[in-house]
């Protein structure tokens, strides 16, 4: 008996493994106004947000008076 985690051989597949197509990819919620939502809070995103650190690390290594 082979371990598991391996696939059975083909002429064992199920049909969800050997034939059938793959889910929409819609899910299961009913929201309204959905993508209108979603694509305001991915307007707002900036490209490349700053991190909590930036700020610790640009005082850190600035240079300064008498260093």
Excluded: I, V, W, Y
Aim: no cysteine; glycine share 10%; proline share 12%.
């Amino acid at each position: 008996m082979p371990e598991g985690g391996e696939s059975p051989p083909p002429e064992r597949q199920t049909g969800a493994q050997l034939h059938d197509p793959p889910a929409s990819g819609q899910g299961t919620d009913n929201a309204q106004n959905k993508k209108e939502t979603l694509k305001s809070q991915l307007e707002n995103l900036s490209s490349n947000p700053e991190g909590p650190m930036n700020d610790t690390l640009k005082a850190r290594f600035s240079k300064k008076d008498g260093h």
